[in-house]
C-alpha cells in the first residue's frame, strides 16, 4: 500500500492525465469556445486551493458562473442559479467544468481521487482535515465525500470522509472510487438541480 500511495499513484495520475488531455483536447477546446460565446468573463475559474499538508496552489476549472459573481463556498449561497450560466449549469451538471485540473494533476499538485481541494471559504473543513490527517495526501477531483453525498453533507462529514480516505488509499479503493464516481456523475448525485 505504501508503493502504490507514494510512487504508483503518482505515476498512474500523470500517464492517465497526460493521456486524457491529449485524447479530450477537441472537446476541451469546443467547451472553451462555448463559454466564451455564450458569457462575458475568462473561459478558465482560478482560485487558490488548500492541498497536501494544507499547501495553497491554483485550481483551474472551465468557469461555469457569471463574471463578477461573489467567491464563497456553493453551501452559501440562497440563490446559486442565479449566478450559473445556461451553459455553466450543464457543464456543472455534467461535471465537465473540472476537467480543466488535469493541468493540476500533471503539475502534481493534484490526483485523481482524493479529498476536494478546497478554498479558505471552506475553512472549517480544512481545520478538521488538518486534525484527522485528511489533508495528508494529494487532493482529488473525486473522492469519499463526493460519492456519499457531494455538496449535500455536512462540513464535519466531508472531513471524517477525508480522514478515512487518507489513512486507506490503495489501488483496489481509488479504482472503486473512480466506478462510485461515475456512478455520481450519471445520476446526478449531490450535485444542485
Do not use: H
Not at 3 to 30: C, E, H, M, Q, S
Not at 117 to 140: C, F, H, M, S, Y
Not at 185 to 193: A, H, L, Q
Request: no cysteine.
Amino acid at each position: 500500500m505504501g508503493l502504490y500511495r507514494n510512487v504508483f499513484k503518482r505515476l498512474l495520475d500523470t500517464i492517465v492525465a497526460i493521456i486524457f488531455g491529449i485524447v479530450l483536447i477537441i472537446p476541451l477546446f469546443i467547451v472553451a469556445i462555448l463559454i466564451k460565446l455564450t458569457s462575458k468573463g475568462p473561459i478558465f475559474f482560478k482560485q487558490e486551493r488548500y492541498g497536501k499538508n494544507s499547501v495553497p496552489f491554483t485550481l483551474y476549472k472551465f468557469r461555469s458562473m457569471t463574471d463578477g459573481a461573489p467567491v464563497k463556498a456553493n453551501s452559501e449561497f440562497s440563490d446559486i442559479k442565479s449566478y450559473v450560466t445556461p451553459f455553466g449549469m450543464f457543464i456543472r451538471k455534467t461535471s465537465i467544468d473540472e476537467l480543466p485540473q488535469l493541468i493540476n494533476i500533471i503539475k502534481g499538485e493534484m490526483s485523481f481521487i482524493g479529498p476536494r481541494p478546497l478554498a479558505i471559504t471552506d475553512e472549517k473543513v480544512l481545520r478538521l482535515r488538518r486534525q484527522n490527517g485528511g489533508d495528508q495526501v494529494l487532493p482529488g477531483i473525486s473522492g469519499l465525500a463526493q460519492v456519499n453525498g457531494r455538496n449535500k453533507i455536512e462540513d464535519f462529514q466531508k472531513a471524517f470522509y477525508d480522514g478515512k480516505y487518507a489513512k486507506n488509499v490503495s489501488l483496489i479503493s481509488d479504482f472503486r472510487l473512480i466506478f462510485a464516481t461515475f456512478k455520481a456523475v450519471i445520476v446526478r448525485e449531490g450535485i444542485f438541480k
